[in-house]
Antibody, heavy 117, light 107 residues
Framework: QVQLQESGPGLVKPSETLSLTCSVS????????WSWIRQPPGKGLEWIGF???????NYNPSLTSRVTISLDTSKNQFSLKLGSVTAADTAVYYC???????????WGQGTQVTVSS | DIQMTQSPSSLSASVGDRVNFTCQAT??????LNWYQQKPGKAPKLLIY???NLQTGVPSRFSGSGSGADFTFTITSLQPQDIATYSC?????????FGQGTKVEIK
């Protein structure tokens, strides 16, 4: 059974960089798209971006100047870095697996990240 | 970006009722639409892809229809375990975008 687990700080100061890692177990990184999606409190879901197992990335234009998604196939992990954070980046962050680049069949449980001094 | 509007934002129905709610896109997105179910405190779960295809393992009481800009999600017989927020997501053009969700409650 494929499982994804997010990890990283739950509190980040304004202007700093948010860093999260998603660990994948029970399956291979190969042949899938690996995404980050977030949900601000009381709001809908927002797609952040994905990385294909080959290393190709695609980001939401609203975040592209601040976001980097990377892959570590040796550890079966992928990561999110979001720079210059503000309170608007406070959200539950999910990592997810995509058999196609536009849908997700396995998700992590989500991790709350709060931006506050 | 393509905006997705869901209505109603919430609804209340009795167990066994047929439930419908809609998702409208600002552009023609053909059938490039997915539906997700999200229970409180949990991650979303894919139910329907390509507007009308049931994901493996999802009960047949769930269905989706529509094309172009207007889509409908149906639960033919509402069950207590269906209490959740349902969100549509378009994938016709990047960035992928979601509706705000329809929250389904039991009356």
């Amino acid at each position: 059974q494929v499982q994804l687990q997010e990890s990283g700080p739950g509190l980040v100061k304004p202007s700093e960089t948010l860093s999260l890692t998603c660990s994948v177990s029970g399956g291979s990184i190969s042949n899938y798209y690996w995404s980050w999606i977030r949900q601000p409190p009381g709001k809908g879901l927002e797609w952040i971006g994905f990385i294909y197992y080959t290393g190709t990335t695609n980001y939401n234009p609203s975040l592209t100047s601040r976001v980097t998604i990377s892959l570590d196939t040796s550890k079966n992990q992928f990561s999110l870095k979001l720079g210059s954070v503000t309170a608007a980046d406070t959200a539950v962050y999910y990592c997810a697996r995509g058999p196609r680049w536009h849908l997700w069949d396995y998700w992590g449980q989500g991790t709350q990240v709060t931006v506050s001094s | 970006d393509i905006q997705m509007t869901q209505s109603p934002s919430s609804l209340s129905a009795s167990v066994g009722d047929r439930v419908n709610f809609t998702c409208q896109a600002t552009h023609n997105i053909y059938n490039h639409l997915n539906w997700y179910q999200q229970k409180p405190g949990k991650a979303p779960k894919l139910l329907i892809y390509d507007a009308s295809n049931l994901q493996t393992g999802v009960p047949s009481r769930f269905s989706g229809s529509g094309s172009g800009a207007d889509f409908t999600f149906t639960i033919t017989s509402l069950q207590p375990q269906d209490i959740a927020t349902y969100s549509c997501q378009q994938y016709d053009s990047l960035p992928w975008t979601f509706g705000q969700g329809t929250k389904v409650e039991i009356k």
